[in-house]
């Protein structure tokens, strides 16, 4: 299984961004739509910060509280693409932003993760 995250950027303060994560490689009859897709982020000096999840089957959504009310995930299982709208961000919110597939339930647990996009670059900046 591949991941493919991209969509970062430069952006202003307040601005806007969405990120994609494009799946593919499945094999086994375990699709895409098997998978939770998580979304992490690392800043520099920091260590990966899990920052929210979409499960497999009801598309129920989790986000950690550094970020809730501030991002929404989505996903199209028809596309094998997962999605991450974040808005009103801050300076804080500058980080690689990596997303990961687990077949299973939701984690914000990066260990339980088994495949990983190779990252995007978020940067906000005035």
């Known amino acids: 299984v591949q991941l493919q995250a991209s969509g970062g950027g430069l952006v202003q303060p307040g601005g806007s961004l969405r990120l994609s994560c494009a799946a593919s490689g499945f094999t086994n009859g375990f699709g895409f739509e098997y998978y939770a897709i998580g979304w992490f982020r690392q800043a520099p000096g920091k260590e990966r910060e899990w920052i929210s999840c979409?499960?497999?089957?009801?598309?129920?959504?989790y986000s950690s509280e550094s970020v809730k009310g501030r991002i929404t995930a989505s996903r199209e299982n028809g596309k094998n693409t997962a999605y991450l709208q974040m808005s009103s961000l801050g300076i804080e919110d500058t980080a690689v932003y990596f997303c990961a597939a687990l077949r299973g339930l939701c984690s914000p647990f990066a260990e339980e993760y088994r495949y990983w996009g190779q990252g995007t670059q978020v940067t906000v900046s005035s």
């Open positions: 979409i499960s497999r089957r009801d598309s129920s959504t």
